[in-house]
């Protein structure tokens, strides 16, 4: 497919958005060998529904790392969902819609010169089979053209499709570096989203260092990186129970499987003090899923994270004004405490700043260091 992309590009069909040196890349391997390049600045937030709707504290706590390691990015309000959704999980789309929404927002991406990282696994997964389609099938690109010319956009494709865990994974190392609590002995259990490593398996970061090279690296770097315990269990390969059409049309079945077959084993076999993964339904189903088998009387539970919030703690982010943990449903108090992190005290202190809202005070907002590079000019008007 690389092959057919470098031809097209050639030819002048498409707009290979390529990730050059101004975005300072660092390279990694993939599953298939292959060299991948991951850019580090200069980078365009593609957000997540789910994250944004759900599970706010997983982009705060990214966007705030980024501003800690002065890392200029673009948060984008022209941006749509990915329709995913849609797509996996009722049937209500189809490739050639799917893959136009695709191409509209890398073509945002494009126009503001700065690189597209993508927030949700899902939409990680399904936009790495839509570049797929879009370049090795003739009728897909030419449906798809027809669409983008209506609303004054160009068929542009990343060179890479790349995850902000494969971002976390390759600076990992700086991140460590801004660590302020000891997190040696926090026990840490990795669930690897089936989306990000299993859609397209062959383009997804590992590393012979890390699990010997036969699991996902990203995720699980970090928190060997940030010098916490990284415990492995029997079913790491099981999907999280969400399974899009699953969490639709077998609800009781999805979350049966997130407790029984996930959640209860992980506390069984290594007693972690916190279970980390990088999608939106990954963290959304494990966590959520422990209310009803806790309230029937099971005891076993573990508070469910992103990376992204875990290393944000360890650095020290606030956990409710940044990390905002009082969105999520498992106790993590235990955890906070065996971090050295004074809960109580932290939310007293987001309480009150609560009420200086309510009483017309400014919000904190996450404002991105500034940009070195400047938007391209390549339309005059955005009319998509």
């Known amino acids: 497919m690389l092959e057919k992309m470098k031809e097209l590009e050639r030819k002048g069909e498409i707009i290979v958005h390529h990730v050059h040196e101004e975005y300072q890349p660092r ?12 850019p580090t600045i200069e980078l365009w937030q593609h957000k997540s529904c789910g994250q944004c709707g759900h599970i706010p504290g997983y982009i705060s706590a990214l966007y705030w790392m980024m501003n800690e390691l002065n890392i200029p990015y673009v948060g984008d309000t022209n941006q749509t969902s990915c329709t995913a959704w849609n797509y996996y999980g009722s049937g209500t789309s189809n490739t050639i819609a799917i893959t136009a929404v695709f191409v509209r ?9 700065a690189y597209p990282l993508i927030h949700c696994g899902t939409s990680f997964g399904d936009y790495k089979e839509c570049r797929f389609f879009l370049i ?6 030419n449906k798809v053209r027809q669409i983008l010319k209506k609303i004054d956009r160009d068929i542009v494709v990343p060179e890479e499709m790349v995850h902000y865990s494969e971002w976390l994974h390759v600076m990992r190392y700086e991140i460590a570096e801004k660590k302020k609590y000891d997190v040696s002995n926090i026990k840490v259990a990795v669930h690897a989203a089936c989306h990000t490593y299993k859609l397209m398996s062959e383009d997804y970061t590992y590393d012979d260092n890390i ?3 036969i699991r996902p690296a990203p995720t699980s770097s970090i928190v060997i990186a940030l010098g916490a315990q990284l415990v492995d269990y029997s079913n790491w390969y099981d999907c999280c129970g969400f399974g899009f059409r699953h969490i639709l049309t077998e609800r009781e079945i999805s979350r049966s499987f997130a407790y029984f077959r996930k959640i209860k084993p992980i506390v069984e076999e290594t007693k972690a003090d916190v279970l980390i993964t990088h999608d939106t339904g990954c963290v959304t189903t494990l966590d959520k899923s422990q ?4 309230a029937l009387g099971y005891k076993e539970t573990i508070p469910v994270i992103s990376d992204s919030q875990f ?3 360890a ?5 409710f004004k940044i990390c905002q943990l009082h969105w999520h449903i498992a106790d993590w108090k235990n955890f906070l405490n065996k971090m050295g992190i004074e809960w109580q005290s932290a939310y007293d ?8 809202l309510k009483k017309g005070a400014k919000p904190f907002i996450l404002i991105p260091p500034p940009r070195k590079l400047q938007p391209k000019n390549i339309r005059e008007k955005t009319t998509g």
């Open 315 to 319: 650095m020290g982010a606030h956990p």
């Open 136 to 141: 090795m099938n003739d009728e897909i690109r």
């Open 211 to 213: 699990l010997n090279g």
């Open 27 to 38: 390279l990694v391997k993939t599953l298939s060998g292959r060299i991948k390049k991951i």
């Open 105 to 113: 927002n890398m073509h945002v991406a494009y126009e503001k010169n």
């Open 349 to 356: 202190e987001y309480k009150k700043y609560l009420e200086e």
């Open 311 to 313: 290393a944000a703690l």
């Open 291 to 294: 209310v009803v088998p806790l």
